[in-house]
């Protein structure tokens, strides 16, 4: 094997960067990530102690208080968000391979997540120009001119996953960074690569000092990094337990936050739905990222009178999935993120067989595959809407089938949990699919596949979240509203 200083892919691993510079660590403390497709150290990073939390905080808290960066016009902070679309674009091959290694997506998409992420700081530019960020408010209770100011929250936290890390980072710097925050960006210690990418970035095109910081951390440092009085806002991404902790502490202080947390999502299936196409299009979305995404169609909520013809549908297309090396072109579907996620899907499966559901396909890790963190596609029928594996996020490629009586009943089963991340109906009728959409408790819901959309909105009901990520939606949290009343109008006013 390449020794991990050796392999090209980052050029400073060894260091944070804050306050605009490859800062050396304050301890030899290093975290060591680990390829899911071979498991094998392909990569060590740095990890960061409380120390290194201070000066990375520290640096956003000055950059904001005292730096040019709030100050600048939305069109000029605009023309860094290009400027970092445009660099990112280049670095596409150094994502391609970070990506599978630390998540197990497939090598054919990670190819494109250089694009998928320029995109994403791109749409966020545009909004410079349209954003009402002043406008005219008439008062009401005196004075003789009114204006609604939307002025940056301050410093972000931002604190990512393992399983998308460059789409859930730039999520949240984007917008912080257009509304004029600062911000420290907090990797998780399993996938510290792409967001390294971005600090490279940042550094490619000048940001400015302390405008953007970037460490890896494990979950002392992070909490850390929620408690301290000088972060306005922390922009989570997470499991829905960490987003409790992190709720009731910025409770404590009256911190801003937004969390993106757990799904379990329901797919319903109408009687009038295509069952191949349906079929072909979850087992589809369910394997490119090995199931591991908060958004995936996990409990597929089928109608009695279609319900046999649907699994047989599915178990035809979902079985024959070829799992593999996430590099090979051949695979279909690639290795869970580590060896813990796959005892813990493999832990739910033997829930699921404990308490009744019938295992319909997969279960196991594939027998032709000796390393690396793979598992079979799984598909339980019979499957009760209480049971544990229809209540519990599985994270992982497990597929559940519930059968309802009718379509109220569909909709009821598809409401009957704690989240409401995402959702779909499949039917050939658009009108009906709207019709069940809006009685679906769900942040969003697609039509016939598996669909969510960053240039939208993307956020979830109940215990799926708190607040939205993309588009104008995705922007709001990282601004202060701010009313201002004058005894007369201001001379960009008048005339």
């Known amino acids: ?17 804050i306050d605009g510079a490859w800062a050396a660590p304050s301890s030899d403390a290093r975290l060591e990530v680990v390829d899911s497709n071979t498991e094998e150290v392909f990569l060590r990073v740095a990890e960061a102690r409380p120390a290194d939390l201070d000066r990375a905080v520290g640096a956003a808290r ?45 090598f054919r998409l990670a190819r494109h997540s250089a694009g998928i992420g320029a995109s994403a700081l791109e749409r966020y530019a545009d909004l410079a120009s349209g954003y009402p960020w002043e406008e005219p408010a008439q008062p009401t209770a005196g004075g003789a001119f009114g204006l609604l100011v939307r002025e940056p929250v301050g410093v972000v936290g931002a604190i990512v996953p393992w399983n998308l890390p460059l789409e859930l980072s730039l999520h949240k710097i984007a ?40 460490l890896t951390a494990g979950r002392e440092v992070s909490e850390l990094l929620v408690r301290d009085p000088r972060v306005d806002k922390i922009a989570f991404t997470g499991s829905t337990a960490a987003g409790r902790r992190i709720g009731s502490i910025m409770g404590e202080r009256i911190g801003r936050y937004t969390l993106e947390l757990g799904g379990k999502s329901a797919a319903v299936i109408l009687d009038d739905a295509d069952l191949g196409a349906a079929a072909a299009a979850i087992a589809a979305s369910e394997c490119l990222v090995t199931g591991q995404t908060c958004a995936s169609l996990t409990r597929l909520v089928v109608t009695r009178g279609r319900h046999d013809a649907f699994v047989e549908a599915l178990t035809d297309v979902f079985a024959g999935k070829r799992v593999g090396d996430a590099f090979d072109r051949e695979s279909q579907m690639g290795p869970l993120a580590m060896e813990r996620q796959r005892e813990r899907v493999e832990d739910y499966i033997a829930k699921g067989v404990a308490e009744g559901a019938r295992l319909v396909t997969g279960g196991g890790r594939p027998k032709h595959l000796d390393r690396g963190y793979f598992i079979e596609p799984t598909l339980f029928d019979g499957v009760d809407s209480s049971s544990t594996i229809a209540q519990e996020e599985i994270f992982g490629p497990v597929l559940t089938v519930i059968e ?17 991340l995402n959702a779909s109906v499949f039917t050939t009728d658009v009108d009906r699919a709207r019709e069940v959409a809006g009685r679906l408790r769900s942040g969003t819901v697609g039509h016939n596949a598996l669909r969510t959309d960053f240039g939208v909105a993307f956020g979830g009901f109940k215990q799926s979240g708190v607040g939205r990520e993309g588009g104008r939606e995705g922007l709001l949290p990282y601004l202060e509203t701010k009313t201002v009343i004058l005894d007369d109008i201001p001379a960009r006013y008048r005339g």
């Open 1 to 17: 094997m390449t020794p991990p200083s050796e392999t090209g892919l980052l050029a400073h691993p060894d260091r944070f960067f």
């Open 62 to 106: 000055r950059a904001f208080d005292d730096g040019p960066w709030p100050r600048l016009t939305h069109a000029r902070r605009a023309e860094y968000l290009r400027a970092m679309a445009a660099q990112l674009r280049t670095r596409s091959e150094t994502l391609a391979q970070l990506w599978p290694r630390e998540s197990g997506a497939l």
């Open 175 to 214: 917008p912080a960074l257009l509304a004029g925050c600062t911000a420290v960006l907090k990797a998780a210690p399993e996938a510290p690569g792409e967001p390294y990418v971005i600090a490279e970035v940042a550094e490619a095109v000048g940001l400015p000092p302390g405008v953007l910081n970037v």
């Open 404 to 420: 309802a009586a009718d379509e109220d009943d569909a909709v009821r089963i598809a409401n009957d949990t704690v989240y409401g």
